[in-house]
């Protein structure tokens, strides 16, 4: 099993900046990657960014790109979502999610981090 632990939500104001983290622990000689995806009340779950550990590739949503910035750090086994101009419609749970190796399937997930952008 792969363990993911996100912290760094908060409350911010519109346009204002956050960053969260994800620390991965267990069988991380398994994953693949991370991602970070985000649910608001009402609505489905949706990607929002995520990092290969060996090649650093990123991909990120429509959404996100050019405001929000995923890296790593494989020596922490740390991943990190830098937010800036952040909207109120950011306001989510967000999750940290394991890419497995073998599947590349989303297998692991956090238990999320709340963020709350105020208008």
């Known amino acids: 099993q792969v363990q993911l632990v996100e912290s760094g939500g908060g409350l911010v104001q519109a346009g204002g900046s956050l960053r969260l983290s994800c620390a991965a622990s267990?069988?991380?000689?398994?994953?693949?990657?991370l991602g970070w995806f985000r649910q608001a009340p009402g609505k489905e779950r949706e990607f929002v960014a995520a990092?290969?550990?060996?090649?650093?590739?990123?991909a990120y949503a429509d959404s996100v790109k050019d405001r929000f910035t995923i890296s790593r750090d494989n020596a922490k086994k740390m991943v990190y979502l830098q937010m800036n101009s952040l909207k109120p419609e950011d306001t989510a749970v967000y999750y940290c999610a394991n890419k497995a190796a073998t599947t590349r399937q989303y297998d692991y997930w956090g238990q999320g981090t709340q963020v709350t952008v105020s208008s």
């Open positions: 990092i290969n550990w060996s090649s650093g590739n990123t």
């Open positions: 267990g069988r991380t000689f398994s994953s693949y990657g």
